[in-house]
């Protein structure tokens, strides 16, 4: 049997499950355990702790993992990679260090940096004032921290999938021109880089899944491809739709863009290798960008919402007498109302309802300002004030609340010459690591066209999620619909269906609150997929949004549920 890497994962962002570190170390074998802490909104909040503390700005749900399980992992042999380290990687690693010394483990923790651009926002031209600004490093930083002996590895903002691309490089001997192997670390590492969502989380078949859910592995080859499969004896499932669900979550383009490489996600052949084992190969990659994406947040000013509930009949009529009540009140506020009043009206009340809670809906009203008082107390009093003189039955959800800080989340790009990246070994050695070469100025490129063509005859009328699966997701103000054709590896006639179906004029009438918006559905056969990619649905990124779903993650289940005309042999 050919030699392979396996890598697994123990969490999919800040506030995973805590148990999961434990549970992969004693489960089964592993080469490294890696972990994906980091988001965009996860900056944000890394950010506020690192304002009231300097030497916070990292996971701190890492550390207490750590703290259970590192003579475990040392017990076991098992190297340790996580992105944990935030905006603080040096405080973590040498905390980390502390905890070592406390369990008295000979432990060598490195650590990577460089990604933090904050002290050079405005000479970069980042704008504004940024709360936190950190380039997307890859993974040959890791890479080198291993190869020089390091135990355990933290990072900044690196890429989620270079947390186990970097172990590859390390174990293998890949260059920075091994593109198609790097390509084919990339697809592992996005694939098992959200934990259990590889293993039927947030899948569309979850009905299948045995629970509680287990984390995954990948089992890498030298060629770049990979096993995706789990402990055994642990729950869930990976299947071609548990792996092509991950596969198209949060994507941009069929190309995916990233530091050290652009991988062609076109490229990819997925087949069964028995229980819970889904091999993928053939991914291709070439060069990756000439610049580097930036995570930016700024603090955005403040936010306030109410929720009232209202039942039975004249709901609109109901909804718009608060709603001229209270605009009323906001517009005779010294300064006038907030800089930005939402409202929104769910109707999710039911005629001639056998409960109060099935005769009802719910009216939300949202304020965004600079100015924490005019989001506070002037705009939750007068709605408290109403609460005897307006509509029958007048109810809120939850108490009035202060205002809240938000942020706004932008990507930005800069000149990779301009990031410097370093490796912090245990002893202070410093590691600098090189830009690769060459890179691309605009890696995408365009599907070949598919020939296959959609079956005729009658129709009917059902679910589109009857015939296909989704994942969605959120990248800053856009939202991602991974969709895909149920058993596509069985029903060709499903994906050839599906490729001519799914237009971004069909995704605009299925989904009327993106009419307005600049829809791209990008093809890819190979996965009998198309992902759908919506500009600006969630405004300025989760932070800010005041979208009953602000990361876009039940966005492909409102598609699923949507009627549409099918082709009887399809169903």
Aim: glycine fraction near 10%; charge should be negative.
């Amino acid at each position: 049997m050919a030699e392979v890497l396996r890598v697994g994962n123990c969490s999919g962002f800040y506030g995973d499950r805590l148990s999961a570190m434990r549970e992969m170390l004693l489960g089964g074998e592993l080469d490294v355990l890696t972990g994906d802490y980091l988001a965009e909104l996860t900056m944000l909040i890394l950010g506020r702790d690192r304002l009231k503390d300097p030497t916070l700005g990292y996971a701190r749900t890492f550390l207490r993992q750590a703290e259970d399980c590192l003579g475990l992992a040392v017990e076991r042999g098992v190297k340790i990679v996580a992105n944990a380290g935030g905006l603080n990687p040096a405080g973590l690693a040498e905390r980390l260090r502390e905890v070592a010394a406390g369990l008295g483990l000979d432990v060598r923790v490195a650590h990577v940096q460089g990604d933090d651009l904050l002290d050079r926002a405005g000479a970069l031209g980042l704008g504004g004032a940024p709360l936190t600004a950190n380039a997307y490093l890859g993974a040959f930083g890791i890479a080198a921290a291993l190869t020089h002996g390091a135990d355990v590895v933290v990072t900044g903002r690196v890429t989620d999938a270079s947390v186990v691309v970097g172990p590859a490089i390390a174990r293998f001997g890949w260059t920075p021109t091994s593109y198609d192997e790097l390509a084919g670390a990339v697809v592992a590492g996005h694939v098992v880089e959200c934990g259990a969502q590889a293993t039927g989380g947030n899948f569309s078949g979850f009905t299948a899944a045995d629970r509680p859910l287990g984390f995954p592995l990948v089992e890498i080859a030298a060629d770049g491809s990979c096993v995706v499969t789990k402990h055994d004896g642990t729950g869930g499932q990976v299947t071609l739709d548990t792996v092509t669900a991950q596969l198209v979550y949060e994507i941009q383009s069929a190309t995916y863009l990233g530091p050290d490489v652009s991988t062609h996600l076109d490229s990819l052949v997925l087949t069964p290798a028995g229980p819970d084992r889904v091999r993928i190969s053939g991914a291709t990659g070439s060069p990756p960008p000439e610049t580097l994406k930036v995570c930016v947040n700024e603090l955005g000013g403040f936010r306030n919402q109410a929720e009232l509930v209202l039942v039975g009949l004249d709901v609109e009529e109901k909804a718009a007498w608060v709603r001229s009540q209270l605009t009323a009140a906001l517009d005779a506020a010294p300064g006038g109302p907030p800089a930005v009043v939402e409202w929104s009206l769910a109707r999710t009340d039911h005629e001639d309802a056998d409960t109060e809670e099935a005769a009802s809906c719910r009216l939300r009203v949202s304020v965004r300002d600079a100015d924490a008082a005019r989001v506070g107390t002037v705009f939750t009093a007068p709605l408290v004030e109403l609460a005897l003189a307006s509509y029958p039955g007048f109810t809120l959800t939850a108490a009035p609340s202060p205002a809240t800080p938000y942020g706004i989340y932008r990507a930005a790009h800069v000149p990779r010459s301009e990031v410097k990246e370093q490796v912090v070994m245990a002893d202070g050695t410093t590691l600098e690591i090189a830009d690769p070469s060459p890179v691309q100025q605009h890696p995408r490129r365009v599907v070949a066209p598919v020939t296959a063509r959609p079956p005729g005859g009658p129709l009917c009328r059902l679910p589109l999620g009857r015939v296909v699966h989704a994942r969605s997701g959120d990248k800053g103000g856009d939202a991602n619909i991974g969709v895909w054709a149920r058993d596509a590896a069985a029903r060709p006639d499903r994906v050839a269906w599906l490729l001519d179906f799914l237009t971004p004029d069909r995704v605009r009438t299925l989904l009327p609150e993106t009419a307005d918006l600049d829809v791209e559905v990008f093809a890819l056969p190979n996965l009998g997929a198309v992902n759908v990619l919506v500009h600006g649905l969630l405004g300025e990124g989760v932070a800010a949004s005041s979208r009953f779903d602000p990361q876009a993650k039940a966005l492909g289940e409102w598609l699923r549920s949507r009627y549409v005309d099918v082709p009887e042999a399809l169903v």
